[in-house]
């Protein structure tokens, strides 16, 4: 089967070679092709996971059955009325971004213009470590359709009902929490570390909550995650933000987990600090770097 992914991030890139890795034909298209700096990157991986990088998105979209959408969450519907003009009938565009739902049915508007389906896919989970077996909701006119081609492809994806948008409600209301904890716990942590009591604090989270991993791997995992991703976490929960908005819920709690998602991403570049630098990640030592104590 053809198959294309727009955007070679992480879960873009996993998927790719994983496909790819079953005997599929996939191709990809990323921005960072277009940038004389980030090319060579962008073309090393790209042979070492087995897939063909496009010429232009043109090149990219010819021939595709399933077209994957795996961008940022800022480029995502913009991503999708760029590839409406080059879609045709028989056509499947998966938008996996991570977007309010009013923006996925701005997306799927142009796409279905095009003539091409458009299917909301909500990632429940992060790609790493599943992988193909990473929990998807679709939503759709066309869901139903393509649920079956995803099944075929070892993906693991449920059928909602048809309406865009509806996968995408689940997750951002689910980051509203998810995100909030990976927030919360770079918040807590690193004033605890200033004042000396992190080991106090940690060990009655534990008693409180004894089944999450306080005591063990939890608040590296969480901190890791804000220090790895914390940009495009935080232009998610912009999307989560509107989509709170767009029901008229206030959003107060949303808008500050960008605030510290970001942040957290703004204080490692301030001292030019990247997350490569950081692994094996351990929040102590990252945090002492961007606070050294007093």
Known sequence: MNITFIGFGEAGGILAHDLQAQGNAVTVWDRKALAAETLPALQQK????????????????????????????????????????????????????????HTKRAAAEVIHAAG?????????????????ATPLLIGGAQAAQVQPLLQQLGLHSRLLGGEVGEASAIKMCRSVMI?????????????????????????????????????????????SRVAEHGQRRAEEMQEVVKT????????????????????????LNARSLRYQQLTPFVWQQTLDKIYPPQ
């Open 46 to 101: 790209a042979q070492q996971s087995g897939v063909r990088l496009a010429a232009s998105l043109a090149d990219a979209l010819q021939d595709a059955v399933l077209v994957f959408s795996t961008v940022t969450a800022s480029q995502a519907l913009n991503v999708a009325q760029q590839a409406a003009a080059r879609l045709q009938a028989g056509q499947h565009f998966l938008d996996l971004n991570s977007v309010a739902p």
């Open 116 to 132: 091409a389906s458009y299917i909301d896919v909500a990632v429940m989970a992060p790609v790493p470590p599943k992988r193909l």
């Open 179 to 223: 995100k909030g904890l990976e927030a919360l716990t770079t918040e807590c942590l690193s004033a605890a570390r200033q004042y000396g009591v992190e080991q106090a604090v940690l060990d009655s989270l534990h008693a409180s909550f004894p089944s999450l991993g306080w005591n063990d791997q939890l608040p590296h995992y969480l901190i």
């Open 244 to 267: 709170l908005q767009d029901v008229k819920v206030p959003a107060a709690m949303s808008a500050a987990i960008v605030a510290t998602q970001q942040g957290l991403i703004d204080a």
